[in-house]
C-alpha cells in the first residue's frame, strides 16, 4: 500500500509538472503575439533617447541616439537643447520611418552619457590628436 501511495505521489507530482510547463509555454505565446500585435499597431510611441548632435538650433534640428541607430529629430516650439540632453522623442505611428518629434526634456539622465558625438569627416579633420582620442566615440556623418 505503501509503494501505490509513493507512485501514486510520484504520478501526481509528474501531472503538475506538466500544467506547470504548459502554463509556461502559454504565457511565453502569449507574449510573443502581444509584442507582433504591439509593432504592427500603428499607435504613437515616445522613448526616452539622447542628443547627440545640434544640427541647427534655429529650426531644431537634433541628431539623437536611438538603441544603436542615430536619426534626426525636431524639436517642438522654440524649445532649444543642449548636447548630451535626454529627451522624450515622439514616432509617429511607430513608425521608424516617419519624421520625429522632440516633446521635451527628461527629468535626469538615462543611464551613463555615451560619448557619442556625431561630426562631419572634415569636423573630425580639424579636431587635434588629443581631442581625437580623447575617449569619445566620434560618429562620422558625411554621406547621410
Do not use: W
Not at 509503494?3 to 507574449?31: F, G, H, M, P, R
Amino acid at each position: 500500500m505503501a509503494q501505490d501511495s509513493t507512485l501514486q505521489l510520484v504520478e501526481l507530482q509528474d501531472k503538475l509538472a506538466q500544467q506547470q510547463k504548459i502554463q509556461e509555454n502559454l504565457v511565453s505565446a502569449i507574449e510573443i503575439l502581444f509584442q507582433a500585435f504591439i509593432k504592427k499597431t500603428p499607435l504613437d510611441v515616445t522613448t526616452e533617447v539622447e542628443i547627440v548632435k545640434i544640427v541647427d538650433a534655429s529650426t531644431g534640428t537634433y541628431r539623437v541616439r536611438y538603441d544603436e541607430a542615430c536619426l534626426t529629430a525636431y524639436s517642438i516650439g522654440n524649445a532649444i537643447y543642449n548636447l548630451h540632453d535626454y529627451v522624450y522623442m515622439l514616432i509617429p505611428g511607430n513608425n521608424i520611418e516617419n519624421r520625429k518629434f522632440i516633446i521635451g526634456k527628461t527629468s535626469g539622465e538615462s543611464g551613463v552619457i555615451t560619448n557619442d558625438i556625431e561630426l562631419t569627416q572634415a569636423e573630425y579633420d580639424a579636431l587635434s590628436y588629443d581631442e581625437q582620442h580623447n575617449g569619445k566615440n566620434y560618429f562620422i556623418t558625411d554621406g547621410e
